[in-house]
C-alpha cells in the first residue's frame, strides 16, 4: 500500500538538504520505492512531502537518509513526522 510521509526539519536549509542528497547518492533521482517527491525550504526550516510505494521502502530509505542529516547538522525531527496511508493517487 502507497503512504504519504510529511517530515520537518526545522532550521534545516536548502544548502543542507542538497549536501544529504549528495551524500545519499540520490543526486536529481529517486531512491527505489519512492514515487514523487517535494522539498520545501523556509525561514523556518525544511519540509519534506514524499510518495512511497510501502512503509519498508520508506524505512529503508530513513535508515541510511537520517545519519547523513545528522552528518550535515540538521537536527532530528522530534515527532514530526506524519505517515499516512494513500487511497488513491495519479501520476
Same mark, same amino acid.
Not at 542528497?21 to 545519499?24: D, F, N, S, T, V
Given at each position: 500500500m502507497a503512504i504519504l510521509v510529511e517530515i520537518e526539519f526545522p532550521g534545516a536549509t536548502a544548502l543542507q538538504y542538497e549536501e544529504v $542528497?549528495?551524500? @545519499?547518492g540520490v543526486g536529481d533521482g529517486k531512491p527505489p520505492g519512492a514515487i514523487s517527491h517535494v522539498a520545501i525550504a523556509?525561514?523556518?526550516g525544511? $519540509?519534506?512531502v514524499d510518495l512511497w510505494e510501502?512503509? @519498508?521502502d520508506l524505512k529503508a530509505f530513513l535508515e541510511v537518509v537520517l545519519p547523513l542529516t545528522q552528518q550535515v547538522g540538521i537536527q532530528q525531527p522530534a515527532e514530526q513526522r506524519r505517515i499516512s496511508p494513500v487511497y488513491n493517487?495519479?501520476?
Open positions: $542528497r549528495k551524500l @545519499a523556509g525561514d523556518d525544511l $519540509r519534506i510501502t512503509e @519498508a493517487y495519479v501520476v
